[in-house]
């Protein structure tokens, strides 16, 4: 059902305030040592704010009871709602217990009536002894989480991953504990909101499940905007209404258009049903082997990552927690975050963020690699959670895929199991119907990966991809794979900033490299990935860089990862390529140090999230190599309009000297991808990707840029560089200079040679845009964005990876 905002005479108190907790050994008394403790938080939150727990270091939660007390008051029937508890809780009031909840991803209800002042407890019982009581195991062996009992209970997997996750264990009211009355006439339990996008028109329907307690009801409405529709009586306690809203502003992820959102309003004479804010949108699958999406009709490549959390101790789900990692998801040019099953479902907020910056949501149920039980009891608490989290989103627009869970099918067929024990009821049945029942305007994937003759294999359904990663292929695998899509790709161990894990020397030492993701059992990490690329793509030898010149080393792994993501996703989106759509492993860090994430565990982007914002762009150029066909110029553009554009193909002779320089005024229509020879341009033969070898190359570089016909500002930018990532560092004639502006601070960079990989470095500040190429005879205003409060004047360098010296800037305080 969908969420009720508010109701006139409904009253909702956060019960936030007050609240302590005391760790016991289990079944035991709390005694006098209470603690403060946030509500909504965690047990690991609370400590961390008492000073008692830092951050990679042991927590056995799991062996111990966690009691909370707070004291209520209340006079008369009312609810007690809990809309998340981890794992295993009972609730007593004044020594009785009033609930026993196993999972936590339920909410629960309990009616109770209040007379002054009464005392509420919630234990949380140690979850080791419960699964060593446990009976059974699964069909086949898990390495990913520990220990193998998780299977039976429904609680997170972060804190359980020692492959890449701290053990922080997930215990405690993680989601709110509310306290709700009722005094007037109308009493709603809940609504059934449906919007559809039927041609041009959306249309809205409701269900209330609802009681009047008055006289003769008066009459009812249903509202958008301007428009309204009846509110009929269909039963002694239904209301039913549907609206249709002809030429309607349909929602568009924002890539492709405006995320229009309305306002949705019940009323029943004075009495007030605030729905919230809905979008109307058709999500389709495509018919085929492969998949993709078409939303409102048009085809979407899906692009961005998938989510971890916030903040992985105290699992926040509030607007301010989420509101940053988003914001800069959307200024990235992601369309789309999936949320995998090894993490947890995601609060309002975050779907309500996700509705209004365009993002798209695909959500797995939270399952993963296990084999799961099949009995009913188990299916049948699976049946609530499902029900109660698409219930919640009911109305969101941005929820584009539902999915049973993570690498289920395949770690069955990994393991070698046979064919007919990959899938699982959970998946193919269970949770399929409740998908289908809840939001059947999603489509439903039964696991991820899936598909094909393994459910692995790139070329069919949904892949997770990593030829080009893990695996060590070259970079050319990402076309001859043939992915359709990939909701995993292209995890490496992202090289954080300087700083960024304080104390730790980069690399080698074991503080460092106990962060490093791996694969638990393998004898390899994804440091050793990256570095192979490191290898092949700068032609360095990673191990004797590392001895001789650190520094450079940290530069060229910050950028190299970046330069293979952006590599990967310019073919993916190419003219004639098979794929839908990729999806990073990770967006964001879940503690300091090289991990997945593109952007840090504090919030600050990697020279990865750099590249990927350059890889997203909505308009777009790409350069590909086609061998003895020569350079190939794929020009995109998503928008609903057209887009006059400035085309011009420069090779440059020592990064310096312009050996051909052509344009052309070129017309974008929308929705559109196109691809020209780079060899149509001149007229003349050049031989730009040095295929033919008829003597010593004219040149180095070839950029491709795309300007706007008016203004003639930058829209979009591509290189190609004949000796790939190899370079040789000379004098670049690097400039820059501070400049005053509406928005604070920008550094205004020249150059007289090509400068490649171009990065700030200053205290205060950082660029919004990092670690691109800078061509020759053309100035970049990069906006400076504060580091902190305190940063006042900006001081740093500005360095190249091919340039010898950085470049001193210092603004005028």
Not at 139 to 160: D, F, I, Q, S, Y
Request: negative net charge; aromatic residues 8%; hydrophobic residues 40%.
């Amino acid at each position: 059902m969908a969420r009720l905002h508010a109701v006139t005479g409904r009253s909702v108190t956060p019960l936030s305030a007050g609240w302590e907790l005391c760790v016991t050994e289990p079944g035991a008394t709390p005694g006098g040592d209470w603690l403060p403790a946030p509500v909504p938080g965690t047990v690991a939150q609370a400590l961390r704010e008492a000073g008692l727990y830092r951050l990679g270091d042991p927590l056995p939660l799991h062996d111990r009871d966690v009691w909370y007390r707070v004291r209520l008051s209340g006079d008369g029937p009312c609810t007690l709602r809990f809309h998340g508890l981890a794992t295993v809780a009972e609730v007593w009031l004044d020594g009785k217990r009033i609930l026993a909840s196993d999972s936590m991803f339920q909410s629960h209800d309990v009616p109770v009536t209040l007379r002054g002042t009464h005392a509420l407890r919630i234990v949380f019982r140690a979850l080791n002894p419960l699964l060593k009581a446990r009976k059974g195991r699964g069909r086949w062996p898990v390495r990913l989480a520990e220990p193998a009992g998780l299977r039976t209970v429904r609680t997170t997997l972060l804190g359980h991953m020692p492959g890449w996750c701290p053990p922080v264990p997930a215990v405690g009211p993680w989601r709110p504990v509310e306290l709700i009355t009722e005094d007037g006439p109308l009493r709603v339990r809940s609504a059934d909101l449906r919007a559809t996008l039927e041609g041009r028109d959306g249309r809205l329907s409701l269900t209330l499940a609802a009681a009047w307690s008055g006289s003769a009801p008066p009459p009812g409405w249903l509202e958008v905007g301007e428009a309204r529709a009846p509110l009929r009586w269909t039963g002694p306690e239904e209301l039913r209404g549907d609206l249709r809203l002809p030429e309607i502003a349909p929602w568009w992820p924002h890539s492709h258009g405006n995320p229009a959102l309305h306002a949705v309003r019940a009323s029943m004479g004075d009495e007030r049903i605030d729905l919230g804010c809905t979008g109307f949108r058709r999500i389709e699958r495509e018919p085929g082997d492969g998949f993709a999406l078409r939303v409102n009709g048009e085809r979407i490549f899906c692009r961005g990552a998938c989510w971890s959390s916030p903040d992985i101790v105290a699992l926040p789900g509030t607007r301010e927690a989420y509101a940053p990692w988003l914001e800069l998801a959307r200024q990235a040019g992601m369309t789309m975050l999936r949320v995998p099953g090894i993490a947890t479902y995601e609060a309002d907020a975050f779907f309500d963020l996700c509705d209004a910056m365009g993002i798209l949501v695909w959500q797995d149920f939270m399952f993963a690699n296990f084999d799961y039980p099949a009995d009913e009891p188990f299916l049948d608490g699976v049946r609530q959670e499902a029900a109660q989290f698409l219930d919640r989103v009911q109305a969101a627009p941005s929820l584009a895929v539902l999915c049973g869970g993570s690498e289920a099918e395949q770690q069955a067929a990994m393991l070698g199991l046979p064919r007919e024990r990959w899938t699982q009821p959970l998946f193919d049945s269970v949770l399929r119907d409740e998908a289908e029942r809840g939001r059947p305007d999603v489509p439903y994937v039964a696991n991820s990966p899936t598909g094909g003759p393994l459910p692995f294999a790139a070329d069919a359904g949904v892949a997770h991809y990593y030829g080009v990663g893990a695996y060590l292929r070259p970079l050319e695998d990402a076309r001859r794979a043939s992915v359709r899509f990939a909701s995993e790709c292209l995890a490496f161990a992202n090289m954080p900033a300087a700083g960024a894990l304080p104390g730790v020397p980069a690399v080698h030492d074991p503080r460092w490299k106990a962060r490093v993701p791996r694969d638990p059992g393998a004898p390899w990490d994804f440091e050793d990935v990256r570095d192979h690329y490191l290898r092949g793509l700068c032609g360095v030898d990673p191990m004797v860089l590392r001895y001789e010149d650190p520094d450079r080393y940290a530069r060229l792994s910050r950028a190299v990862t970046g330069e293979v993501m952006e590599a990967v996703f310019a073919e993916w989106r190419r003219a004639g390529s098979s794929c839908a759509g990729g999806l990073v492993w990770m967006f964001q860090d879940v503690w300091p140090g090289a991990g997945w994430g593109v952007v840090d565990s504090a919030g600050v982007p990697k020279a990865a999230w750099h590249a990927l914002r350059r890889a997203f762009r909505p308009v777009q150029v790409l350069l590909t190599d086609e061998g003895v066909n020569g350079l190939a110029i794929h020009m995109l553009n998503e928008t609903a309009e057209p887009v006059e554009v400035v085309l011009t193909l420069t090779a440059l002779r020592r990064g310096e000297v312009p050996v051909l320089r052509v344009g052309r005024t070129v017309t974008l229509p929308p929705r559109s991808v196109q691809a020209v020879p780079a060899s149509s341009l001149p007229d003349r033969f050049v031989d730009l990707t040095g295929a033919y070898r008829f003597g010593p190359p004219t040149h180095d570089a070839v950029v491709a840029a795309l300007a706007d016909a008016q203004s003639g500002a930058l829209v979009a930018d591509a290189f190609h560089f004949l000796q790939g990532g190899r370079m040789e560092r000379a004098e670049l004639g690097l400039g820059a200079r501070v400049k005053r502006t509406d928005e604070g601070w920008a550094l205004i960079l020249s150059s007289r040679r090509l400068a490649r990989s171009v990065h700030i470095e200053d205290d205060g500040f950082r660029g919004e845009e990092e670690w691109f190429h800078l061509p020759p005879g053309v100035e970049r205003q990069v906006r400076l964005i504060p580091r902190h409060p305190g940063a006042a004047v900006p001081d740093g360098e500005v360095h190249a990876l091919n340039g010898l010296d950085p470049t001193r800037y210092r603004g005028d305080a």
